[in-house]
């Protein structure tokens, strides 16, 4: 007879297979320079916690908190170990950086891109995750009214910009 | 026509399922949560141990000399630079995506340069792909992934890679294009170029293509001509490349 421990496998190797490949294309879209790494170690994090969160919900949530949360670390490490490190003798890329673009959005992506953090990932999270402002806010730690401001700003200079390429 | 937040909509899918993961995930997920519990328990019962058998008093084993026992515990430790996801080999590339074509492998020649690359084209969610791997000098998968083909630009850009391998400097620009296409070249602001590399294979939707530059030059256009040299299709890759 499966016991609780048993259970609890079944349980995380079903929100698993459910929840990674999304998680790790979330980890990529807010920039994460090796999404898997951010993704794993999410679950890994999260397996240590997850008899305290029974409801699937409140599981994907922590997932998702998590990546968020160790995307911004992992990048405000680099940006800090760059900035210590003097600057590379020919090219400012990563040598291991790899950018997959479609020809049709290549332009938008690119305007995306070079929008500030804050307002590149509310924009990620309120139209690839379908967030509501509120859910954002929580996840950001800053208040609607800012997440609102972002999104506003944000989704501006992609116009101005995209209208400028046009 | 669509607005810019559907078009941003549609941009954030598409770039989203140019990522794949890992299908062995799990069990690096599984390595992760056992060596940490390893690490916890080496954290307790090492020191309890020692302490205990009397071979170095606890102040020491807090202050963690780098040579005592203490120093043991303290390696014991996450660094910041934690073992990083594996990239997906052939075997597991190719059970997620099966083959609609022949395997092939582009390595440049003559005066062409570039990475050496493995290629096949798929199904995907909506319609035909092509999956372009790297390989390194061992011949392991250094990066790339499977990306749908569009009707709408039968010669495209696909990705860039900025460095090749650590021990040569050059960037490699990489993507599909039609029949027609018999040469590509890519042509540097300073006026030089650079010729490329086509790959066709049995069973291939259309022709792969990469074209090596020399690392940190900036790339005007990748221009593709026909068998009579006319210009099928010039690309100028975006300024962040």
């Known amino acids: 007879m499966a016991g609780p421990a048993d259970d609890r496998e079944v349980a995380f190797d079903e929100l698993f297979r459910v929840h990674y490949q999304r998680l790790v294309r979330l980890a990529a879209l807010l920039g994460a320079d090796d999404p898997e790494d951010v993704a794993q170690e999410a679950f890994a ?3 240590r916690k997850s008899h305290r969160l029974d409801d699937g919900n409140a599981a994907f949530d922590y997932l998702r908190s998590t990546v968020f949360n160790l995307t911004r670390n992992r990048l405000r490490h680099l940006r800090v170990s760059r900035r210590r490190r003097p600057p590379p003798p020919v090219d400012a890329t990563p040598a291991d950086q790899i950018a997959i673009v479609r020809e049709d959005h290549r332009e938008l992506l690119g305007a995306l891109d070079r929008l500030p ?20 806010a929580q996840m950001m730690g800053i208040s609607a009214g800012t997440v609102k401001s972002h999104a506003h700003r944000g989704m501006k200079a992609l116009k101005t910009r995209l209208g400028e390429q046009t | 026509m669509k607005t810019v937040e559907e078009q941003l909509r549609d941009a954030l899918r598409s770039r989203a ?6 299908p062995a995930a ?6 992760r949560v056992r060596r940490r519990r390893r690490r916890i328990a080496i954290g307790v019962i090492v020191p309890a141990a020692i302490a205990a058998a009397g071979i170095v008093p606890a102040a020491t084993l807090m202050k963690g000399t780098g040579e005592s ?10 660094t910041p630079e934690a073992p990083r996801g594996n990239r ?7 059970k997620r995506h099966p083959p609609t074509s022949e395997i092939g492998v582009l390595t440049p020649s003559g005066r062409a340069s570039g990475a050496r690359l493995r290629a096949w084209f798929t199904d995907l969610e909506h319609g035909p792909g092509a999956c372009i791997q790297q390989l390194d000098r061992s011949g392991a998968v250094s990066g790339g992934g499977c990306n749908p083909i569009s009707r709408k630009y039968p010669t495209t850009l696909l990705w860039w890679r900025a460095q090749v391998d ?6 490699a620009y990489v993507g599909y294009a039609d029949d ?8 540097l602001a300073d006026g030089r170029r650079y010729p490329g590399s086509l790959l066709r294979a049995k069973g291939y939707l259309c022709q792969i293509w990469q074209v090596g530059t020399p690392m940190g030059k900036t790339v005007r256009s990748i221009v593709f001509k026909d068998e009579r040299g006319a210009v099928v299709r010039r690309i100028r890759p975006p300024r962040s490349m």
């Open chain 2, 69 to 78: 026992g203490g120093g043991t515990v303290t390696a014991a430790r996450p």
């Open chain 2, 88 to 94: 997906p080999t052939l075997e597991e590339e190719l």
């Open chain 2, 26 to 31: 799990i069990v690096h997920v599984r390595r």
């Open chain 1, 117 to 136: 953090r804050k307002q590149r990932e509310t924009l990620v999270l309120r139209y690839w995750l379908d967030l509501s402002e509120q859910q954002i």
């Open chain 2, 166 to 171: 650590a021990e040569k400097p050059v960037s």
């Open chain 2, 17 to 22: 399922e140019t990522f794949t993961s890992d």
């Open chain 2, 180 to 187: 027609r296409v018999a040469s590509v070249t890519a042509e």
């Open chain 1, 45 to 47: 994090r999260f397996y």
